[in-house]
C-alpha cells in the first residue's frame, strides 16, 4: 500500500556531494521511520541513516558526511551526501515503516557511484 520512489543518484568524483529524495505515496497513515540503506555488490545491506521523531542515527562510516532529514508535509525524506568516497558506491535504498507492528517498505534502489 506504499510505493517509494528515488531519485538523486548519479556519478560523482570523490569529495564530491549528492542529494538523494525519497517520495512516499500510498495508504501513509502514520510513520514510525524513514531511511537509508545501501547495498555494495558481494556486501549486506546496510543501514546508512535513519530518521525517526526521537532523532536520526547514522552508520559510523557516514557521520559527519551524510544528513538525513525529513518534510513530513510532503512524505519526503532527503540524504545529503558530501565528502563522498569510493566505498560509498552502492546502490541506495529508501525505506518506510509505519508502525512498529509493521515491516519495512522499500524503494527502488539509486545507483550512487564514486570515482576518479
Known amino acids: 500500500q506504499v510505493q517509494l520512489v528515488e531519485s538523486g543518484g548519479g556519478l560523482v568524483r570523490p569529495g564530491g556531494s549528492l542529494r538523494l529524495s525519497c517520495v512516499a505515496s500510498?495508504?501513509?497513515?502514520?510513520?514510525?521511520?524513514m531511511g537509508w540503506y545501501r547495498q555494495a555488490p558481494g556486501k549486506e545491506r546496510e543501514l546508512v541513516a535513519v530518521?525517526?521523531?526521537?532523532?536520526?542515527t547514522y552508520v559510523d562510516s557516514v557521520k559527519g558526511r551524510f544528513t538525513i532529514s525529513r518534510d513530513n508535509a510532503k512524505n519526503t525524506v532527503h540524504l545529503q551526501m558530501n565528502s563522498l568516497k569510493p566505498e560509498d558506491t552502492a546502490v541506495y535504498y529508501c525505506?518506510?515503516?509505519?508502525?512498529?507492528?509493521?515491516?519495512?517498505?522499500w524503494g527502488q534502489g539509486t545507483q550512487v557511484t564514486v570515482s576518479s
Open positions: 500510498g495508504s501513509i497513515f502514520s510513520i514510525a521511520s
Open positions: 530518521i525517526t521523531n526521537g532523532g536520526s
Open positions: 525505506k518506510l515503516r509505519r508502525s512498529i507492528y509493521e515491516g519495512n517498505y
